[in-house]
C-alpha cells in the first residue's frame, strides 16, 4: 500500500516569502500525486495534480510542484505567498485508485 | 455543476448506537470513496464504490461498511459505535470510469461526534 509524508506540519511565515512543503512517497507502482488545500472552513480542494509528462506541474493560485521520481517526492512550492494562502495543504497519491494522504502541512501566513 | 453533498453535516451519537451518512457525487460522477479524518490519523481512506459495487477498501473494521446506489449515490454505515469513531467522514467523488485515479471531489463532511 502506499504512504505519504509530509514535513513541517506548522509551517508560520510572513507575507511575500516563499514557501516549500515537501512531500515524500513510498508505492511500488505507477502513482498519479496530488496536493489539496483546505482552507478555513472550506472543503478539500484540488491545488494541482500530476499524472504524466512534464514533471513541473503548475496548479491553480500560483503554486507549483515538482515531482523527482528518483527522490520519490512531489514538493509543493510558491514563490510569494499571501495572507489568503493560509490553510491546510495535503500531499496525496493515488495508486490503485486509493488516495493515501499526508499527515498536512498547516500554514499560516502573517500580514 | 453542484458539488459533492454531504448529509448530515453533524451528527451527535451514544456508544453502540450506529449511524448512517449520506452522499450525493457531482452529476455524471460514478465512483464515490469515504474518507475518515481526525487530528491524530489524518486523512483516512475507507472505501470506494462504483457502479453500485465496491472497488476498493482501506483498513477498517467490519463495523464500517457502505452501498452505492444506481443513481451513484452513496450511504456508509458505522454500527455500534466506539468513541473512536468521532471523527469528520468526507466523501469524494470522480468520474471513475477506466481511466481510474482522477482527481476527486471533496464534500464538505458530515462531523460526528460520540459521546
Given at each position: 500500500a502506499q504512504s505519504v509524508s509530509q514535513h513541517n506540519h506548522h509551517v508560520i511565515l510572513s507575507e511575500a516569502a516563499s514557501l516549500e512543503l515537501g512531500c515524500n512517497y513510498s508505492y511500488g507502482g505507477t502513482v498519479n500525486l496530488f496536493w489539496y488545500v483546505q482552507y478555513p472552513g472550506q472543503h478539500l480542494q484540488l491545488l494541482l495534480k500530476y499524472f504524466?509528462?512534464?514533471?513541473?506541474v503548475k496548479g491553480i493560485k500560483g503554486f507549483e510542484a515538482e515531482f523527482i521520481k528518483s527522490k520519490f517526492s512531489f514538493n509543493l512550492r510558491k514563490p510569494s505567498v499571501q495572507w489568503s494562502d493560509t490553510a491546510e495543504y495535503f500531499c496525496a497519491v493515488n495508486g490503485n485508485n486509493r488516495l493515501a494522504f499526508g499527515k498536512g502541512n498547516q500554514v499560516v501566513v502573517i500580514p | 455543476k453542484a458539488g459533492v453533498t454531504q448529509t448530515p453535516r453533524y451528527l451527535i451519537k451514544t456508544r453502540g448506537q450506529q449511524v448512517t451518512l449520506s452522499c450525493s457525487p457531482i452529476s455524471g460522477h460514478r465512483s464515490v470513496s469515504w474518507y475518515q479524518q481526525t487530528p491524530g490519523q489524518g486523512l483516512q481512506f475507507l472505501f470506494e464504490y462504483f457502479s453500485e459495487t465496491q472497488r476498493n477498501k482501506g483498513n477498517?473494521?467490519?463495523r464500517f461498511s457502505g452501498r452505492q446506489f444506481s443513481n451513484s449515490r452513496s450511504e456508509m454505515n458505522v454500527s455500534t459505535?466506539?468513541?473512536?469513531?468521532s471523527a469528520l467522514y468526507l466523501c469524494a467523488s470522480s468520474w471513475?470510469?477506466?481511466?481510474?485515479n482522477q482527481p476527486q471531489h471533496f464534500g464538505d463532511g458530515t462531523r460526528l461526534s460520540i459521546l
Open positions: 504524466s509528462g512534464d514533471p513541473l | 477498517f473494521p467490519g459505535l466506539e468513541l473512536g469513531d471513475g470510469g477506466p481511466r481510474k
